[in-house]
């Protein structure tokens, strides 16, 4: 079977007058419908992982493999198409556009896409919203809702072009218990209901034992990879 | 709705007093354009009006521009051969075959001509003399290529039809020589041929010079006090669109081969002069928008600046930087498109309001108007001037919302 997500010695190092490097010769194969989990403290580059797999930023060195294409060639349109096929991005602070409504943010990616009309777009924007039980909130704008239907309805987002890959950084960083549950059952359906691949960046301990592997994050590189059984 | 308008439109709307504040400035700065523009293109087109409105558009004289080629250089083209003082000719007998000239003239679109045969002669009254300039013309044409008609104080020039032995004359010579309508003077030309003519009209245009020394009577008369039957030396040619006047003269002088003058050769400085103020006036009232512009900038970047993280969001979820520049340009359009349109209407409203104001200028009788030109093309370079300071104000917070990187932003945020 063919990671669906491949980092080969990847590293990441901010020039400066003193360059710091975020992560360093990261080796990685996720496999397509896999729940994975990236931990660690903060500043071990757990982030900065995440945006280098997810094609937001670009390696110093090494490559990212996405559905078996190298990505390290690619310039920034290119990469920006790959992100807006094939990847959705959960944050931690939802970032949804405060001015849009519900149905309006979730059907974004849609429309830049392109590939449907109006009508279908709506009527898939909808069935996204219900699936995550937010339909009722859909003519709503992102202020009147609570956290856990903001983070809901950012995974609405995240799975609008029906990506092969989630990524989450701290999706339920500022979330109450009760709807980091929620967020945290999500994510596990998707990998293990619609067979999609997700990626979450956490440093929750609760959350991260939902997940079926968990990678571990030390000063940029990885010092644990396992799969609880 | 394409995503991009949308985002655009979200923006422009969230912040509605900046909106406005930069929508007033584009509105203004194409009111005051529009106005402005049209009272100066105005002024220029009453000042060019009263510059060519006592003499003809073009002028076909009787003379030749240049000598003609001699048949040793047609016979040895190209040879070694010099024939020195040749000067072109003049014909002293007028045009030749000016029929055939006037009917080629005539069927060209959007111009009219009228033959004059113009000579001296000597007016005689009262034992006093005075020389003058005699033209002879056909009523009915010449009413269609000069203003004479409307200068008429007294009498007309259809009153020459009537009386061939009819005289027209300026108020300066009817002063001097305390003629009044009906008066008999006497006319000598040249070549010592006299006849009592009557003074059957009596004009005035404001120039003295002209009112002084200018006389019309019937061609006809003309042509038998000259002694030249059938023969015109000048073609008087107006056109409907003066500024053509300068392509139209140089074919007419080649076909008939006659020199030519169009009243752009014969005051090119005066209207070089005119350029000048055009130029002064554009980039004066173009200032005015550039100004605009810059609210619109200061709007813009604002925008940038607060919306750097949905940009960041927008550029994650796979916008491309082009996305992200065409909706900050986008904005500027909308306000650019707006503002002109708006602004075209308070402009409009503007120049009705200036064209109904009347003054009387200190030492003249008439009343002046403000001279508005209602030209479109005044509209349209009012709103392509605005469309392109809104793009230009656009184009540098478009180029920088294009350049926002989003990690560098997710990665403030987290």
Redesign the interface.
Known sequence: MTAVLRAEHLGRTLAGEVPVTLVEDINLDIERGEFVCIMGPSGSGK??LL?LL?L??VPTSGRVWLDGEDTSAYG??EL??????K?G?V???H?L????SVL?NVT??M???GKHGDAAIRSRGMELLARLGVAEQSAKHPHQLSGGQRQRVAIA?ALANDPLVVLA??PTGNLDSVSSATVRQILHDLAHQMGKTVVAVTHDAEFASAADRRIGLVDGKINADWRPA | MR?QL??AL??LT?RTRQTFVSLTGVILGVAFFLAVSSLMRGSEKDFIKRLIDNSPHITVYDEYRLPRTQPAELRWAGGAIRISNVKPQTETRGIRGYREKLEFVESMPGLKVAPVLVGSAVLVFAGREESVTLSGVVPDKMKTVSTLEEKMIEGSIDALAANPNGIVIGTGLAQKFNLGLGRNVNVVAANGASRPMKVVGIFRTGNANYDETQTFTLLKRAQVMFDRPNRVNRLIIQLDDPYEARDAAQRIEAVAGYKSVSWIEASEDILSVLIVRNIIMYSVVSAILIVASFGIYNTLSTIVMEKT??IA???????????VRLIFLLEGVIIGVVGSVFGLVLGAGLMKLLSTIEFRPPGITEKVQMPIWWGPEQFAIATAFALVSCILAAYLPARRAGRVH??EI??G??
Not at chain 1, 80 to 85: C, G, I, S, T, Y
Not at chain 1, 97 to 100: I, Q, S
Not at chain 2, 313 to 323: M, P
């Open positions: 982030s900065s945006y997810g937001l930023d920034e349109n920006a198409n790959r992100r807006l096929e990847l991005f944050f931690q602070f970032f556009l405060a001015e849009f309006d974004l990616p429309r830049r896409l987002r950084d701290e | 995503i949308q985002v979200t923006h969230g993280r949905d969001i927008l550029k994650s979820i796979g916008f491309h930087a082009r996305d989003p990690v997710l990665r945020a987290a």
